[in-house]
């Protein structure tokens, strides 16, 4: 007889305060992080079967050729190419 287990999982969640200069920061994660997911999304669909190392490049790329991208974190990105 085989045991089965049970696993749980938890959530927390939690209420930020961020401060004026941190939600500029987090605004402009997010936007660039919506700007880079919505551009691979339609670069996927035209280029199917391209993998992630050749996507990472063209997000680099994508990185000197719009400057606005270095204002954020680079782990924002990390996801969504």
């Not at 999304?41 to 035209?46: F, N, Q, V």
């Amino acid at each position: 007889m085989t045991s089965k287990k049970i696993i749980r999982e938890k959530g927390y969640k939690f209420r930020l305060y961020p401060n004026k200069k941190q939600k500029i920061l987090i605004n402009k994660s997010v936007g660039c992080t919506r700007y880079v997911y919505n551009h691979f999304l339609a670069k996927a669909k035209e280029d199917k079967y391209k993998t992630y190392t050749e996507y990472s490049k063209q997000l680099t790329q994508l990185k000197r050729e719009l400057m606005w991208l270095k204002e954020p974190d680079k782990f924002c990105f990390t996801k969504c190419s």
